[in-house]
C-alpha cells in the first residue's frame, strides 16, 4: 500500500488534484494507493497515526506555507518524497530546505504529475530494497539506507545513527572503515568525510566549512582534505536529482 497525503487550502484546487490523484491510483491498482486530503499544514501535522509514503503539497497556503510544512515534516523525521505545486516558480530554490522530490508548475497537467508520481513510487520501491545487513552482539540487523543519518568509527566499533534517533552498534572492526561500510559508500547517497565518518547526504541540511549539519542538529566534521570536495558533492546531489540515488 502506498499512502498518499494532499494537502491545498483551495477547494478547487484540491478537489482537481484529488480526482487527478484517484484517476492515477485507478491507473495503477498494484499501488494499492490510498488517498487522505487535507486543507491546511495544521491539520496535516495532527495526523499521527499515518506514516505517509508521499506528499504532494501546495506552496502557497495561509498560515503554514508548503516550504514551512516540509521542513516541519523532516523535524518530524519523515523522510517521504515531496511533490511541490505552485503557479509560480518563486519558491523553487526554497524547496530544497524541505529536501523537495520534484516542483510543478500550476496548472498542472496530468500527464507531467503522472510522470513524476512514476518516478516517485520507483524511487520509493528502490530505497525498500536497498539495505545493508549489520553484525550485532545481539545478532544480525538488516537497517535500511535511507534509514541511516551518518556511520560514525568509536572504540572499533561502527556506530551507525538512524533517522529514528536509534544507533545500531556493530560488532568490533578488524578491518579498515572504510573498507567495512563499503555497501554504504556504494550508494551515490553517501559520501567518506574523513578516517572515521560517512554521511547520507539526503540528511545533511548544511554545508559548514569543518562540518556537515544533519537532519535533528548533529554535526559530522569533515576532515581538511575532503572538505571542499564534499560540499561540492553535496549541491551536486541536490541539484542532480538527490532521491533517484537512494
Not at 491546511?40 to 495561509?62: C, H, I, K, N, R
Not at 570536495?229 to 536529482?241: F, H
Amino acid at each position: 500500500m502506498l499512502n498518499l497525503a494532499l494537502c491545498d487550502d483551495e477547494p478547487e484546487q484540491r478537489a482537481a488534484l484529488g480526482e487527478l490523484l484517484h484517476t492515477y491510483a485507478a491507473l495503477h491498482p498494484e499501488l494499492a494507493i490510498k488517498l487522505a486530503v487535507f486543507s491546511s499544514g495544521s491539520q496535516l501535522l495532527a495526523e499521527e497515526d499515518t506514516d505517509f509514503d508521499l506528499y504532494v503539497l501546495d506552496v502557497v497556503m495561509p498560515g503554514l506555507s508548503g516550504i514551512q510544512l516540509g521542513v516541519k515534516l523532516r523535524e518530524q523525521n519523515r523522510t517521504a518524497p515531496i511533490i511541490y505545486l505552485s503557479v509560480s516558480p518563486e519558491f523553487a530554490l526554497d524547496s530544497y530546505s524541505a529536501r523537495a522530490f520534484y516542483y510543478l508548475i500550476k496548472p498542472v497537467q496530468p500527464a507531467q504529475l503522472y510522470q513524476v508520481l512514476d518516478q516517485a513510487a520507483a524511487t520509493l520501491e528502490k530505497q525498500k530494497s536497498a539495505c545493508i545487513t549489520v553484525k550485532t552482539k545481539d545478532g544480525l540487523r538488516l537497517l535500511r539506507l535511507d534509514s541511516i543519518l551518518y556511520a560514525e568509527l568509536a572504540s572499533r566499533t561502527v556506530h551507525y545513527h538512524l533517522s529514528t534517533g536509534e544507533e545500531v552498534v556493530s560488532l568490533t572492526v578488524r578491518g579498515s572503515f572504510r573498507d567495512e561500510i563499503a555497501p554504504l559508500l556504494a550508494s551515490p547517497g553517501f559520501i567518506l568525510c574523513g578516517s572515521s565518518f560517512a554521511a547520507n547526504l539526503y540528511y545533511v541540511t548544511a554545508a559548514e566549512k569543518r562540518f556537515f549539519l544533519m537532519a535533528g542538529g548533529k554535526q559530522v566534521p569533515l576532515a581538511r582534505d575532503l572538505a571542499v570536495q564534499a560540499r561540492r558533492q553535496w549541491a551536486s546531489y541536490w541539484l542532480d536529482g538527490a532521491e533517484e540515488d537512494l
